[in-house]
């Protein structure tokens, strides 16, 4: 019993109990990422995931000494959540350009393009947001990309979207992550619209815990607004109502979670600790020593090999990118491709811009493979071990916690919705309600179950219409926790049980 109490709190979430009854917010817009023209800049290193393909390989040789020495520190992947317009993309871009990775040149272009925008304070963003309508909106649209490194190590960041109609896109790049930065607006009204119900700072939260992001740095942003202006108490009162909430969603905020105070847009806290006469009550640790000494467990590298595809291209063969999830590749390598089994031979490793010769857990890669088309592999496949290949199913068993349904509507057999699991995005329908799970006690109910509301644990039986690669949460938790989704709605998370 404690195990699955354990569980479940690892999967998340006692939150949904507390909000059943709210309004639902029907959704305004509809997502435009189809119609995004693709315009990826090239002076800096953010680059969107989609975009980021023709990727420059040069100057491996030269760097081969440095490289070998990057190699040993340790790499994470950060994303960057929360509610619309709360400074993922400035504290991001600032991040790169107090690591140096960004010339006053630039920045003094983006400053003109974002005043001609009617966008000033919006220059910042634009190092991560680098299409033309992400700069014309003020709006991050696909998840940005983008590499610094401390002392200690190397990261990537993966800056979400906030805005609702992007919550997949969202999904994609915490599915990626090891940790996450919650950025929160202390600007009066800011922090409340964020986290009232529809807000995002809550779904944020609740996904990225579903979806394996262990650790959380709530950046407490805009510190430096006139309607704050470094307070204590307005600071304290973020922390408080946060606290409470990221319990809720399964995180143990004494272990897991860490908060401090930052200016994104000013570069205060970030690089450097904060000026006692700018702000006396702070004792604490800026952003990037908050970063470095976040720990936290890495896949095995000795089990056997999986990697995501979420992108491919065709560059001198086929490459495919994605974020090693197990075990370890290496040049020379024979893998699967699942779930259609092809055999592939793996010709070169990128991390980055540098060619390896040797990944393992948590690294970004992007590898070139022999003996596939690119048109044979989809977003969703996996790159995989061959003599120990990912599982290939059309139908599991998985414990659902439904959070909100539409309307409150019932959740019975023949409920659809789409499933999002690693990076597979598929059409999928509750076959069969097997046993529901007393959310109190964590006991299972003994009556049979032919329906459940908000709030209940379920486990039932999931079939969805193409076989696709998953495992059980129990053996590679990253390939087996889910989210359902209807409507633009995370209506359900869930972890599979059972092949
Ligand atoms: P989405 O990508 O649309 O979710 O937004 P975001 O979270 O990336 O926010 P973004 O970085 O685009 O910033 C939104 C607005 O907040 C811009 O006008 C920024 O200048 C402003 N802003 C961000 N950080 C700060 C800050 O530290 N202080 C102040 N005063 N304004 C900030
Ligand atoms: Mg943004």
């Excluded at 809550?202 to 006139?226: I, S």
């Excluded at 390939?479 to 092949?499: D, M, S, Y």
Aim: charged share 30%.
């Amino acid at each position: 019993m404690v195990d699955l109490e354990e569980d479940i709190r690892s999967l998340q979430l006692d939150s949904a109990a507390e909000d059943i009854n709210g309004v639902v917010n029907p959704e305004d817009e509809k997502p435009d990422v189809d119609k995004m023209d693709e315009d990826p800049k090239q002076e800096v290193q953010a680059q969107s995931v989609e975009a980021e393909p023709k990727a420059k390989v040069k100057e491996i040789l030269s760097v081969q000494d440095e490289e070998d020495e990057q190699m040993k520190k340790r790499h994470l992947n950060v994303v960057f959540i929360g509610h619309v317009d709360a400074g993922k993309s400035t504290t991001g871009g600032q991040i790169l350009f107090l690591s140096g990775q960004v010339d006053d040149r630039t920045i003094q272009k983006y400053e003109k393009e974002a005043k001609d925008k009617s966008r000033e304070s919006w220059y910042m963003a634009y190092i991560m947001d680098t299409n033309e309508e992400e700069r014309v909106k003020g709006k991050t649209v696909e998840v940005g990309r983008a590499h610094f490194e401390t002392d200690t190590t190397r990261f990537t960041i993966l800056d979400a979207p906030g805005h609702k109609s992007y919550v997949p896109n969202m999904i994609s790049g915490a599915s990626q992550a090891d940790i996450g930065v919650l950025v929160i607006s202390a600007r009066k009204g800011e922090f409340e619209t964020g986290y009232e119900r529809g807000g995002q700072t809550r779904e944020h939260v609740q996904l990225a815990k579903t979806l394996g992001v262990t650790k959380l740095l709530v950046v407490v942003n805009k510190m430096d607004d006139p309607t704050v202006n470094w307070s204590k108490e307005r600071y304290d009162e973020i922390e408080s109502k946060m606290i409470p909430f990221l319990k809720q969603s399964g995180y143990n905020v004494k272990k897991d979670v860490s908060f401090l105070p930052i200016s994104g847009l000013m570069g205060l806290n970030i690089k450097t600790r904060l000026d006692k006469s700018l702000c006396s009550w702070w004792d604490g640790p800026c952003l990037f020593e908050s970063l470095d000494s976040i720990e936290v467990p890495m896949g095995d590298p000795k089990s056997p090999f999986r990697m995501p595809i979420i992108d491919k291209f065709k560059d001198m063969g086929t490459v495919v990118m994605g974020k090693v999830e197990s075990g370890t590749i290496r040049d020379g390598d024979s893998l699967l491709i699942m779930p259609n089994k092809d055999h592939v031979k793996v010709v070169a490793i990128y991390i980055d811009e540098n060619r390896v010769t040797l990944a393992g857990p948590g690294e970004n890669l992007r590898v070139r493979l022999s003996g596939v088309e690119e048109e044979d592999i989809l977003s969703g496949f996996v790159l995989s071990s061959a003599a120990n290949p990912i599982s290939t199913v059309t139908e599991f068993v998985a414990q659902l916690q439904i959070l909100e349904l539409l309307d409150n509507a019932i959740f019975t057999a023949g409920y659809k919705a789409v499933l999002h699991v690693h990076s597979v995005v598929e059409e999928c329908e509750i076959v069969e309600l097997l046993q529901q799970i007393d959310p109190k006690t964590r006991k299972p109910i003994k009556k049979k179950v032919l329906f459940v509301k908000n709030g209940a644990i379920v486990l039932c039986r999931v079939q969805v219409n193409n076989v696709i690669c998953v495992e059980k949460f129990s053996d590679f938790p990253q390939l087996g926790r889910f989210t359902l989704r209807t409507e633009g709605k995370t209506v359900a998370v869930g972890k599979i049980t059972a092949l």
